[in-house]
Antibody
């Protein structure tokens, strides 16, 4: 069965960086994009970025450009999200999400979500 | 980046029908997905391609879209449908195709 398993919770000081991992299993890692979505406490969902594990292509939301980096290691089917220059308002649960895309219909869907990683930024 | 606007909260009597709307320019060009999220849980996809249900999602959930507005309808709401609901679509406002979520709607079942 498809699973996305993320690394554990992190506590960081303002100005530091955090790197969250997302290990995929149950499917061919390079066949599906991986997105990152975050949710601050009591707030809504916020799309951050995607990575194409096959080509290593990426796209970042304008809000995070210059601070976020998506990478992947295809040998271990793992995607990474690194966020730098952390601020207190980066405190959130970060999810990796698989995108399924049907080339025939043009339908896409976020069909599998990681369990989420809580990143707390506090001095 | 694009924005998708949703009403913050709606309520529905048990067994009645509720419609949640999502409005934004990106909806004119791209399909809408809808997610249900319960406290402390990851979101669950309930509608994709604007009006398609994934397997396992009850048929009381339906979706529609016209122009810049998409809707999620719950027909015969159940107590377990009480949750936050988010719309989602592609976003072409940047250099490459991205993604955007709506602001979210809290559904209360009375």
């Amino acid at each position: 069965q498809v699973q996305l398993v993320q690394s554990g919770a992190e506590v960081k000081k303002p100005g530091a960086s955090v790197k969250v991992s997302c290990k995929a299993s149950g499917y061919t890692f390079t066949d599906y994009y991986i997105h990152w979505v975050r949710q601050a406490p009591g707030q809504g969902l916020q799309w951050m970025a995607w990575i194409n594990p096959n080509s290593d292509g990426t796209n970042y939301a304008q809000k995070f450009q210059g601070r976020v980096t998506m990478t992947r290691d295809t040998s271990i089917s793992t995607a990474y999200m690194e966020l730098s220059r952390l601020r207190s308002d980066d405190t959130a649960v970060y999810h990796c999400v698989r995108e399924y895309y049907d080339v025939l219909t043009g339908y896409y869907m976020f069909d599998y979500w990681g369990q989420g990683t809580l990143v707390t930024v506090s001095s | 980046s694009s924005e998708l606007a949703q009403d913050p909260a709606v309520s529905v009597a048990l067994g009645q029908t509720v419609r949640i709307t999502c409005q934004g320019d990106s909806l004119r060009n791209y399909y809408t997905s809808w997610f249900q999220q319960k406290p402390g849980r990851a979101p669950v996809l309930v509608i994709y391609g604007s009006n398609n249900r994934p397997s396992g999602i009850p048929d009381r959930f339906s979706g529609s879209s016209s122009g810049d507005t998409a809707s999620l309808t719950i027909t015969g709401a159940q107590a377990e449908d009480e949750a936050d609901y988010y719309c989602n679509s592609r976003d072409s406002s940047g250099n490459r195709l991205g993604n955007v979520f709506g602001t979210g709607t809290k559904v209360t079942v009375l």
